[in-house]
């Protein structure tokens, strides 16, 4: 089954504005959402890559835990985990692929290695199977689907 990604202009700009601050190393974060299986991206979490590398991101062990925390305190799940890549398409690498552990998750990448233009991919990643999915940028969640069942988010 193809999934779509779903995700408000505000989330991305915020996305890409972080990897081009980061830039020449690899930004990181999660944007969490509700657990209702709505799949929405809501918070925008900006992580610190505590590798400080150009060619590989990790999140800060602690700063981890502490956002695992205020998600389950929250009720919510990281919906889009991110990260740039700074000379490279926007694509998985290996250890991106095998250090993924969220098979619900949108796998988001941004690539800034053009100064002018950026990338911006997702994917899904379950047991080492990378597969890309659409991603649609919309202004607000209210009405975002369609069908004869639109009614405006909570």
Do not use: K
Request: glycine fraction near 4%; hydrophobic fraction near 35%.
């Amino acid at each position: 089954m193809l999934t779509v990604l779903r995700i408000r202009r505000d989330l991305v700009d915020a996305i890409v504005a972080h990897a081009r601050r980061d830039h020449p190393d690899e930004a990181c974060g999660v944007i969490a959402g509700p657990d209702d299986g709505s799949n929405r991206p809501e918070r925008f979490v900006p992580m610190v890559n505590a590798a400080r590398s150009p060619t590989f991101y990790e999140f800060d062990s602690g700063d981890l835990l502490r956002l695992y925390r205020e998600m389950a305190a929250n009720d919510e799940v990281p919906v889009v985990i991110y990260h740039s890549h700074t000379a490279t398409e926007a694509y998985p690498s290996r250890t991106d692929i095998t250090l993924a552990q969220e098979p619900l998750a949108h796998y988001v990448l941004v690539s800034t290695r053009d100064h002018d233009e950026h990338e911006f991919r997702s994917y899904r990643i379950t047991d080492g199977v990378v597969t890309e999915e659409p991603v649609e940028v919309v202004e607000s969640y209210m009405f975002a689907n369609t069908g004869s069942d639109d009614v405006p988010d909570a």
